[in-house]
């Protein structure tokens, strides 16, 4: 920044254009609880038949667990966390629907590659068993052109880095857009990870949302 006193200018700030979200909410531990019962009583069952996981191995569920009974606390928070991220963006729409929701258990050792969620409107993850070493999500900067020219820096901030690294907790949910790509690092805990990852979409969007932005003339 400008030193005031010495600049040929009467004021100098730096103005913050088109940001990209990450909504955070925190569920109140009693409801965690309940949920984290729920979905290791699903995922016992989905697992039984399985070897366990070997260090470094992850497994993922079907997609389909939000039409689980099991799931239908954590789909009733993911339901009110979107309708505020919605109402946030002011937002106008039908109705949206959860279009996917999966469960991922990652062995100490395991992480995932960067990615995004195609196809949708918002994504989002709720952190089911986050221990130390396994507790944070890295975001990357959508802007690809901004790495053709990557001097050096004197100091990694905000407004220069290409990643911020979130830190989550259990219970913690996040929701973001889904263009938004993200990767977890290795488990560096003794334990496995537990996560549900969400996709969310308008319904009937080709009916109601789906019109361009201009008229033919």
Known sequence: MVDQNQSRFESWHALRLFPTFVW???????IHRSI????????GDL??????LEPGQSWRSDPTLHKA?????????IDEAAA????????????????ACWARVSAPGAGQGMFSHPNNFLSGVYCVQSP???????FHEPRNQTSIIRPPVTELTAENTDQVVVKVADGTLLIFPSWLQHSVDANASDGESI??????MFAAYAETMGRPLWEVE
């Open 69 to 77: 009974n099991e799931f239908g606390e954590l789909v009733s928070c």
């Open 24 to 30: 955070r909410a925190e569920c109140k531990p009693d």
């Open 132 to 138: 130390a070493g396994a507790d944070t999500i890295n």
């Open 84 to 99: 505020a991220v919605l109402a946030y963006l002011r937002i106008g729409y039908d109705a949206f629907e959860i279009t």
């Open 47 to 52: 697992r039984r038949p399985l070897p366990a």
């Open 36 to 43: 984290r019962a729920s979905i290791a009583s699903k995922l």
């Open 195 to 200: 996560s549900v990852g969400f996709n969310i």
